[in-house]
């Protein structure tokens, strides 16, 4: 008998969106000394992001938790590039990235729906695009539970604004695709994190997590070759042979590497 496929989409998107500033202000304020616990409960008692409401505090929180902090080395790299006054151009990306992987409701609205229409060369996002996704996830039993379609709706309406504000669409009512800007040292972080779970680099190369920067293969593999170019990584490709090494360990080292390069250049 077949199994059933794992339930796999969630709607807390309904609950929180992109928030960039106020993750940012988390972020600020993080003490790498404590454990996550306590920073969110920290973050909680003294209300860091000034809410009326201590339920939406708890409900961002827990967000912020699951997108950032489940995996400890991505939310202290975040923090280091934070605290260490990294352009903004590099953290919305990552932002952006984590919070994806974090939701495959989100992740998936792109590299499923949006990336082909990029492809077919459309550059709008209906709402009812994204409506019929969202409804054929529900109807192939992918979602927590079996949502109505009022919930559908908002979960889609939720995923359009959130991509909005990470600057992946454009517009207030009709949604366009606009160009995301990915900073080779972003790219380079998100590369190290790929690799960290691949363990290939013609994986780390073909991954279809790129598709959330709308980056087809080649267009990666330029990427590789600027980062390889500006020492931030090594880069060699001989056929289907690809080997891509760091000079960090961890994403937390790989971060301040890449300050310490980009202070390096503006010196």
């Given at each position: 008998?077949?199994q059933p496929p794992e339930p796999t989409y969630t709607s807390r998107i309904i609950k929180a969106s992109a928030l960039i500033a106020d993750t940012k202000v988390l972020l600020a304020a993080w003490d790498p000394e404590r454990s996550a616990a306590e920073n969110l ?100 039993g992918k979602t927590t539970t079996p949502w109505n379609e009022g919930t559908i709706e908002r979960v889609a309406r939720g995923l359009m604004a959130t991509l909005r504000d990470f600057g992946v669409l454009q517009g207030a009512v009709n949604k366009r695709l606009i ?89």
């Amino acid at each position: 008998m077949t199994q059933p496929p794992e339930p796999t989409y969630t709607s807390r998107i309904i609950k929180a969106s992109a928030l960039i500033a106020d993750t940012k202000v988390l972020l600020a304020a993080w003490d790498p000394e404590r454990s996550a616990a306590e920073n969110l409960d920290r973050a909680r008692r003294e209300n860091i992001f000034g809410k009326a409401s201590r339920s939406r505090v708890q409900d961002i929180l827990k967000i912020f938790r699951q997108r950032y902090f489940d995996d400890t080395d991505v939310g202290t790299a975040l923090v280091t590039l934070t605290q260490n006054s990294a352009p903004a151009q590099w953290i919305d990306p990552l932002l952006y990235f984590f919070s994806a992987q974090n939701d495959r409701t989100l992740r998936d609205l792109v590299v499923e729906v949006l990336y082909p229409r990029h492809l077919a060369g459309y550059t709008d996002l209906p709402v009812q695009v994204a409506v019929r996704a969202v409804r054929n996830w529900v109807a192939e039993g992918k979602t927590t539970t079996p949502w109505n379609e009022g919930t559908i709706e908002r979960v889609a309406r939720g995923l359009m604004a959130t991509l909005r504000d990470f600057g992946v669409l454009q517009g207030a009512v009709n949604k366009r695709l606009i160009p995301v800007y990915l900073p080779t040292p972003s790219f380079a972080l998100i590369a190290l994190w790929l690799q960290q779970r691949e363990r290939s680099g013609q994986l780390v190369l073909q991954s279809d997590d790129w598709r959330l920067f709308f980056l087809p293969v080649e267009g990666v593999e330029r990427f590789f070759v600027e980062a390889h170019q500006e020492h931030l990584l090594t880069y060699h490709a001989a056929g289907s042979v690809i080997r891509i090494e760091f000079p960090a360990a961890s994403l937390t080292e790989y971060a301040h590497a890449l300050l310490e390069s980009e202070n390096q250049r503006a010196g």
